[in-house]
């Protein structure tokens, strides 16, 4: 069943167990008395409201096309990731303002509710992250991918979170529990750049990877018919590959037979990058009116 129609996708199941989280970590955060365990918690409470508007733009950015939005919902996703990831970032500076206050306010943790809260957490957590990302390389969905490293991201903080338990505890130095928080937060941080900067590059068209369109030259090139190409361009909007291209053929070629070239050249394209929806936009010509057409000359 398709992810995208089924109500069980994967934002709903991420949605789903931070929701759980939050809940066992808010309760025993609280009762530990561990910043580290309660910025967690937050986190958490902060994952569901996500993973909430990730299910929603999952559903809509799959919607048909209509008179209104003639190319469909697809860049949803891209808009989707890009709150995502300033989410993923004010969560990071979340922790550090909770590790901060933890230094200048140090109060004694309670080990073993921690650790056992943050243990359980560890185990829900990368059970989620693995699921998460086989769903997001299947279904090639930013969103889906977005709350991969959302996840990941919580996986590090948690086996911080732990780490910094398991160092009080042995050296009694709580101050430790607020710089592990503190260090953890510049790290969401870093993780949170690559999904602006990717969500920005969608919604500015950026072409397909070089490694996509040198495939696909490739495979026209192998074409006798076609004597030459100009005028190449690509972008993605949600799953969907935009390929535009000026195919030259001879003059003398029919139609008919132009037209059987073309449609075994989007053939073999969907066919060797299956995992996509394809969109072509192909022009026919006879000569390479590159310069004419860039307005050049």
Known sequence: MSAKKSFITPPFIAGLTASVLAVIKLVFGLSSGSMAVVSSALDSLGDCLVS????????????????????????????????????????????????????????????????????ISLVMTTALVIYLRHAAAKYDSMIIYADATHYQVDLLTNAATLAALIVVHFSGLVIIDALFGIGVSAYIVLQAMPLIKESVYMLLDGSLPTKVTDEIKEIIAKKELILSTHLIRTRKSGNICYFGVHLVFDPNITLAKAHECEAELEKEIKERFSQNKWIFEIHFDITDDEEIERGEI
């Open 52 to 119: 909430a508007i990730n299910f929603f733009a999952l559903k809509k950015a799959s919607a048909q096309p209509n008179e209104k939005f003639n190319f469909g919902y697809g860049k949803i996703e891209a808009l989707t990731t890009l709150f995502e990831g300033f989410f993923i970032m004010g969560a990071g500076l979340l922790v550090a303002y909770g590790g901060v206050m933890k230094i200048l306010n140090p109060e004694p943790i309670d080990f073993s509710i921690g650790a056992v809260v943050m243990v």
